[in-house]
Every structure is written in C-alpha cells, then in structure tokens.
C-alpha cells in the first residue's frame, strides 16, 4: 500500500540553523500538508500546498518558514533560522483531493530537536 | 476556538473489553476523521465520517456522528493489547477545506 514517507526521522540541529525537512507523498495525490506536534500538546496544522503554491497557512507558519516542490515526488518544509520553540515531530501528509473531500495520510514524522 | 476535544484524556480497559472515547466540536464541519499515534509514532487514519453520515463501521471500529450536538463517539470493540495508543479526532472544517483540526486525545491502555 502507497504510503508518506519522511526523511530524516530525527534531526538535532543548533538554534538559528537553517534546516530543510524532507517529504514523498502518495504519488496520485494533488494535496500536501505540514502538520506538528510539539511534546505534549496537540497536532497543529502548518501549511497546505496545491498546484504548486500555499493553499492555507497557520498563524504558526510565519516568514521563518517555507514549502517547496523541488520536483515531482518531493515535497519540503524548511526552516530559516531554528528556535528552541521549533522542537517538535514535524507531520507530512497527502490527500488526493482537499480534506473537504478526503482523507489526509500521514507520514511518520520527523523529530526536529533545536539545542 | 478550540476544536476536537477528546475525553476521556486517558482510559484503561483489560483486553476483551470496548473501548468508548468521545469527541466534540464546535464550528460547522464537512468531514470527521480519527487517527491513531502509537507513542513517539506518525498518524494512521482510522476512519472518516462526513457529516451527512450518523454512523460507520470498520471492523472493530464504530464511528458516530451527531451534528445536532457537535460531538462523535469511536467505539472499538473486543480490544486488544495492541490497541494501546493515543486516538484523535480531527475535523475539517466547511470554511477550511484542507486544514484538519485535532484535539489533544485520548491515551488508551488495553492489559493483557
């Protein structure tokens, strides 16, 4: 069964680095999403991303972040310049169509520890 | 606004036993969804209920929807040890069509 997969799984990185999170949706889907969960607490929405520009954004995704699709499988969250309060699992997820419609399918997730 | 608010937090069952959490809402949603996270794990998708349905199954799971009251109920049932994780609701909002909002879960422990 296709699935999301995320690259690294866990990522340790000194604050004010600039760190780029790694993404392969579902092939056939045209809907992508970032998603984190800071320890704890609850899974926020980031991002989503549709014919290759931001569909939605967060109050959370601010001008520290952006997305891109560099090519046709991968798709990227990078991260300007890393604060402490970055830590957190950072979600990938795919639909074919937008969540109106559809389920989203998550990645595994990367751990982003900001020292 | 908070949105899919989960309860019980925690819930400890011996297995053979059903497992009921709940979940309630309060915008206008189009669709909701349960997800699963085994500890320090990524979302897996259980089931997505719209919001014209009032009931769905998959296998041991039983989903209900009451849009009069903003609230749903997973129902899973005969569970097992390998049940144990954190269950999620996630709603998708009718103004928000890609953004899915979670609650904070309900943590499930099934004893051998």
């Known amino acids: 069964e296709p699935e999301v997969t995320q690259t690294p799984s866990h990522q340790v990185t000194q604050m004010g680095q600039e760190v780029i999170l790694r993404c392969v949706p579902i092939s056939n889907h045209l809907y992508f999403y970032w998603y984190r969960q800071i320890l704890g607490q609850k899974v926020e929405f980031l991002v989503s991303?549709?014919?290759?520009?931001?569909?939605?954004k967060s109050e959370i995704f601010d001008d520290q972040f952006s997305v891109e699709r560099p090519d046709g499988s991968n798709f990227t969250l990078k991260i300007r310049s890393t604060k402490l309060e970055d830590s957190a699992m950072y979600f990938c997820?795919?639909?074919?169509?937008?969540?109106?419609?559809?389920?989203?399918?998550f990645g595994p997730g990367t751990r982003l520890t900001v020292l | 606004s908070q949105q899919g608010e989960e309860d019980p937090q925690a819930l400890s069952i011996q297995e053979g036993e059903n497992a009921t959490m709940n979940c309630s809402y309060k915008t206008s949603i189009n669709n909701l969804q349960w997800y699963r996270q085994n500890s320090g794990r990524g979302l897996v998708h259980l089931i997505l209920i719209r919001s014209n349905e009032r009931e769905k199954h998959s296998g041991r799971l039983r989903v209900t929807l009451d849009t009069s009251k903003k609230s749903s109920s997973l129902l899973i049932t005969a569970s097992r040890a390998a049940d144990t994780a954190s269950y999620f609701c996630a709603t998708a909002s009718l103004s928000g069509y890609s953004t899915l909002t979670f609650g904070k879960g309900t943590m499930l422990l099934v004893s051998p």
């Open positions: 991303f549709y014919n290759n520009e931001i569909s939605e």
């Open positions: 997820a795919s639909s074919p169509r937008g969540t109106g419609a559809d389920t989203q399918y």
